[in-house]
């Protein structure tokens, strides 16, 4: 017998990115059920229109806009602000897996922009609203994968498109999930003291659509589901949990895994917290 889904306590204003397919929609699914009232991004007003299905008779709202452009992130960070004067939870959770390289019309490595730079940008613009909630929380999708993330290199990381293959395609991906939890473990302690807590976590293995790009990736998701691999929905339950869970409250700078939904360190150097400070000023000076 499936449990009873917990209500929130009070209603909440939750914003999750990448909530039209995988672990963002499955998250927002069960957010929806518990009440939340959602906003959500998407990139095509298809996307939006199955995404406002899928959450039934929910209320959400729906920016568009493609995280490959920083403009986009920044008009619907503007946008999202002006709308809601108090934002409770924030999920950076838009991520892709590109196995080839591509460069953005901003001239940054596509994966570089899309899982680091759009959530850095995102957060900052929601985070007067997030200081506005009595106590809220900012949840952002990192990945064990950033144990293999090659060498860091801070700020030409940030900016140089190197070549890669589709099997070295991972080494740059883990990187940019290194970037989201140095990102993370700086911005808890820039918060340190407020109203605003700041965690992530590794989702694990998961057959979502990350690995879209794949010719396979249909067929393999469809076998590794049918033998119980890489279950979507364990990874959707520690992004809900670390949104709205009690025993979260007042917690911050932590990694956390869905192996055990336990703390783990985050990898070398990434758990350095001056190599964390140096890359917020790098990015931030990136940005400005």
Not at 14 to 20: C, E, F, L, P
Not at 124 to 143: C, D, I
Not at 152 to 177: H, M, N, V, W
Request: hydrophobic share 40%; with cysteine.
């Amino acid at each position: 017998m499936t449990p009873p889904v917990r209500r929130l306590e009070r209603e909440c204003t939750i914003v999750v990115t990448g909530a039209t397919n995988g672990l963002g929609r499955l998250a927002a699914i069960d957010l929806a059920r518990r009440g939340a009232r959602l906003v959500i991004t998407a990139r095509s007003p298809e996307k939006a229109a199955q995404a406002r299905h899928d959450l039934g008779p929910a209320p959400v709202d729906v920016y568009l806009g493609d995280f490959t452009r920083l403009d986009d992130v920044r008009r619907i960070g503007a946008e999202i602000a002006d709308r809601y004067p108090r934002i409770d939870v924030l999920v950076n959770n838009a991520g892709i897996h590109a196995f080839q390289p591509r460069t953005t019309l901003d001239g940054f490595p596509e994966m570089v922009a899309v899982n680091y730079l759009a959530p850095w940008l995102l957060t900052q613009a929601l985070l007067p609203a997030l200081r506005r909630a009595p106590a809220a929380r900012v949840v952002t999708v990192a990945s064990e994968a950033s144990r293999r993330h090659g060498t860091l290199r801070i700020p030409q990381d940030l900016t140089e498109a190197a070549p890669f293959t589709a099997r070295g395609s991972s080494e740059l991906y883990g990187k940019t999930k290194l970037l989201d939890i140095m990102f993370t473990m700086e911005l808890a302690r820039r918060l340190a003291g407020g109203t605003v807590t700041a965690n992530c976590l590794d989702p694990g293995f998961n057959t979502t659509g990350l690995g879209r790009e794949l010719r396979f990736a249909g067929p393999l998701e469809k076998v590794l589901t049918r033998l119980g691999i890489g279950n979507p929905a364990r990874g959707a339950g520690l992004i809900v949990a670390l949104a709205t869970d009690p025993a979260f409250t007042g917690r911050s700078g932590g990694y956390y895994t869905v192996r055990g939904t336990r703390r783990i360190q985050p990898p070398p150097p990434g758990d350095d917290p001056e190599r964390q400070a140096h890359l917020w000023r790098e990015t931030e000076r990136l940005l400005a």
